[in-house]
């Protein structure tokens, strides 16, 4: 049986990762300089979460048209730019928002947390731990967005699910192990960080 296929996805976690703490280091050292004035801190947290969105955009994009080729079988449609924005904008079940539209309300709350707080600095820390968990989140979503599409696009019609056959396995997902499901009509994920993944059926 192939193995749980989350090792591109956690490439690209590490990658967006350090490519965030920089990001929100560069962010709070501008801030600094600027005795964190409250306008300034709107700009730079516009211009980080910008970068941000941005950053994932091209990792994700180039973590989905890997899965796609790696996964067995697959058509010839890969994932383009159109794709994974269709793919933001759906209502996600697991952290139950729309990816796209919480960009904007971690900006404002890490503005507003910014403006407001004492510590300053903790405020950005804490606006890299949101953004960071979300992110790897995604980067798993993804990954299974993008094997689903690689099995839709072959004809496949019946997906088995897979659990990782440890001790966190949850209550939810332990029952569905092997389990076939219609590619069309897969239960969805029940909680952040779920790792049971999708194989065709035999």
Request: charged residues 30%; contains cysteine; negative net charge.
């Amino acid at each position: 049986m192939e193995q749980n296929p989350y090792e591109l996805a956690d490439k690209a976690i590490e990658l967006l990762n350090k490519k965030a703490v920089r990001r929100f280091n560069e962010a709070q050292s501008k801030a600094a300089l600027a005795k964190f004035d409250e306008l300034t801190i709107i700009g730079l947290t516009k211009e980080l979460y910008e970068s941000l969105a941005q950053d994932n955009q091209d990792t994700m994009l180039e973590l989905a048209q890997m899965v796609y080729r790696q996964t067995k079988p697959h058509g010839s449609q890969i994932p383009v730019v159109g794709w994974l924005l269709d793919f933001f904008m759906a209502y996600n079940p697991v952290m139950k928002y729309v990816y796209q539209h919480e960009i904007d309300r971690k900006r404002q709350y890490t503005a507003e947390g910014i403006n407001s707080a004492k510590d300053k600095p903790k405020e950005f820390q804490r606006g890299l731990m949101y953004w960071s968990r979300m992110t790897d989140q995604m980067c798993i979503e993804v990954t299974d967005a993008a094997r689903l599409k690689a099995f839709e696009d072959a004809g496949v019609k019946w997906v088995v699910w897979h659990t990782e056959h440890d001790e966190k396995v949850c209550e939810e997902c332990e029952p569905r192990d092997g389990k076939v499901y219609p590619i069309d009509n897969i239960p969805s994920k029940t909680h952040w960080g779920c790792r049971c993944w999708f194989t065709i059926k035999e």
